[in-house]
């Protein structure tokens, strides 16, 4: 006998958390977006019998949050790739009857680095740009006249004696 995931979290008080310790029977598309996940009821049964009587000890994802939509599109990854990590669900700051789903940034990292293989960078890492510190520069120590004429001949500007110096 098969049960569907929200009413097994329901009917046996345990978290999707706790389901994801066992393996589905099956999962089919909903027609409303999302999957329907549906479980053994003998496994159901058996999970909640060995979590009974041990004190719930919920461990907070540590890290950053990040809201669903900032994770799709960032992280470009599509809704099924989130589907395995539980959102914290709070009320929106913004539109009363809304709520938004935040996730944890490095678990969406993660999911990331899954969905695009190990060389995946993320995009925080990407967008830096490496800028010469302090004393690198190519001008530093030269004069204001060197550093001008330097800076015409690196930049293609010609010296035209009509038009007098380059700079």
């Known amino acids: 006998m098969q049960i ?16 994801q310790s066992i393996s589905p029977v099956r999962q089919e598309r909903n027609p409303h977006g999302g999957w329907v996940t549906y479980y053994n009821t003998g496994d159901v049964e058996r999970l909640q019998r060995s979590l009974q009587g041990r004190s719930a000890t919920r461990k907070k994802a540590n890290g950053p949050k990040i809201t669903k939509t900032d994770a ?28 938004m789903h935040l996730y944890n940034r490095i678990e969406v990292e993660a999911v990331a680095k899954r969905v695009y293989g190990p060389s995946y960078k ?3 890492t990407q967008s830096r740009r490496q800028y010469p510190s302090a004393g690198q520069g190519r001008y530093d120590g030269l004069s204001r006249e060197d550093a001008a004429e330097l800076f015409c001949r690196d930049t293609g500007i010609v010296d035209s004696a009509a038009f007098g110096p380059c700079c």
Request: aromatic share 8%; proline share 11%; no cysteine.
């Open 72 to 99: 799709l599109n960032i992280f470009n990854l599509k809704e099924w790739d989130l589907k395995n990590l539980t959102p914290e669900v709070k009320p929106h700051p913004k539109y009363k009857g809304r709520v």
């Open 122 to 124: 993320s995009p925080a």
């Open 4 to 19: 569907i995931h929200s009413r097994a979290t329901k009917l046996y008080n345990l978290t999707p958390t706790d389901l």
